[in-house]
């Protein structure tokens, strides 16, 4: 377990690596930020003093090599925007992104699971069939389309919950989070409803999927044959098989909630990662953006490492496999 | 005489398909009692394994046993509910399955597996059903039990594996025990290990043994009795030692002559032409007729009717090969 966990460490510092590389060159290939930071007035010296404050007048390979020095300190640049270290300004919205992914995902798992179980065990039935048939709803309609009917009818018409924003937030162990506090939950609820729709139908359809497939095994007609209630079937049996599937998807999909919330937030003006990205780009604020993709790269690497470990946990065949290979 | 321990009577299963209902089974008949081991043989499709289903009551739709009666230790176990079919599979009735590869949960411990299937029939305690699980592994002669019970399937060979399932299927000491080609996966030096091992338990304990194959040869040394099921069908039926010396049906006939064997080395392997006809085309006649050496007009027009013969046998064949004389019954039976 252990030569298993280093190896894969390993290799998430290799896809680091190279991700660095990529993401510096392609955000500098973008646009000129010291025009549009300098006054319009600005005579060409002007714009030469910014460009050198701001290092931009080195060659790129050197601007690299500061850039990776820099990194593996932990300082991935300033913003030209806030003065201020790229990644703190990422870091203070990162638990509103955090939470509204956790929420959805949540919401995903609590929905998604339990219907596509039910759709998976009785795949004709009338009920089976219209959990598939809702779940191509969620599939289809486009998220920021689904956020704005949300707004018109619980805020606008129903007036039960509020449009936009973030709402109060208290402090859990040195972060702010809105999750706790009534005001704040229902600030979250309906851009987490917005995300985790999508999401759920994507779940239904594995789990019903995965639930046909575990039916039809020789273990399931096995334990039918031991005399086995069907709820223990359907809850030891089957449900720890088809998990595994769910949670490689919902592991990848958690990391695009956190990095790409970016339309969802914007449509509920929710202050988190999305919406800094969006406006960074516009005003080619450079560190931001590659502060954000290295911090997005890092989620994801992380996040698959976890759910690696959880496979091997859930699915005996991978620990054994891996400490041999 | 006591009453079987399982008697199946008349039992037709049926599936509805796209070409509309298919018969897999129809009108088998058959009875097995305490310590008795029948064989049941036939071809892939022939509705072997469908019968082994049947008895459990783990037919599916799109299945269902259309007619007929099994009883086991004199209960009907058609038309139960299926609440009360839970408590008849594993406690009256078990059966194991062909791959051992794939009969056992592989994300669930070996334990896990062994103690539900006790504690679904009797309220003991976790630690009672542990030991009782731990001494059924070491009966069917797996090493150091106590470890191997806390492992996961995939840490087991193939045989391993076969072991494992066969004791938790005879957990509960079963009346019946149905094995549905549970040796044909395996190595045959395994084989015939896991065939001595079951006939020991079984007799043991006394069970009914209902064995699936398509090996005769398996037959021959395990089974008391033999029925032989062709197209959904039993064509021949009697003792072991009888049908497999003076088989009355020509397609028993092709099943022992497909055997190879020592006395017939370098000779050609008999065949029978063709292959197994496709239930839902069956033809009027006897579903055997077109590929049978011996067949006649009446055999492609009429379909057999079960024709008992001397000495507890029967077939269904308008041209039997060897008709038993009744005189060799009477020494059998005197």
Redesign the interface.
Known sequence: MLVYLIRRIGQSLLVIAVMAFLVFLAVYAVGDPVAILANPEANQAELDAIAARLGLDRPIWEQFGIFVWNALQGDLGTSFVYSESALKVIIERLPATMELAFVALLLSILIGVPLGVIAGLKPDSLVGRSIMSTSILGFSLPNFWIGLMLILLFAVELRWLPASGRGETVEVLGVHLSMFTWNGLSHLLLPAITLALYKSSLVIRIAQAGTREVMLQDYVRFARAKGLSSRRIVFVHVLKNMLIPVVTVLGLELGSMIAFAVVTETVFSYPGMGKLLIDSINRLDRPIVVAYLMLTVFIFVIINLVVDLLYAAIDPRVRLSEAKG | MTAPVLDVRDLKVTFSTREGLVTAVDGVSFSVDAGEVMGLVGESGSGKSVTGLAV?G?IDPPGRIAAGSITVKGRELVGLP?KAL??????DV????Q?PM???????RID??MI??IR??EAVSEKAARERARDALAKVGIPSPDERLSA?P??FSGGMRQRV?IA??LLNRPAVLVADEPTTALDVTIQAQILAEVQKLCAETGTALVWITHDLSVIAGLADKVAVMYAGRVVEEGMVADVLERPIHPYTAGLIGSVPSRNKRGRPLAQIPGMTPQLSKLPPGCPFAPRCFNATEPCHGIRPERTPYPGGRAARCHNPLNVPAADAARELAP
């Not at chain 2, 839970?86 to 406690?91: E, I, L, N, P, T």
């Not at chain 2, 794939?102 to 669930?108: F, R």
């Open positions: 459990l783990l299926e839970q408590k008849v599979r594993g406690k078990a059966m194991i399955f791959d794939t009969t056992l949960n592989p994300v669930l896990t597996q539900e299937a679904a029939h996961y995939n840490q399932a938790t299927a």
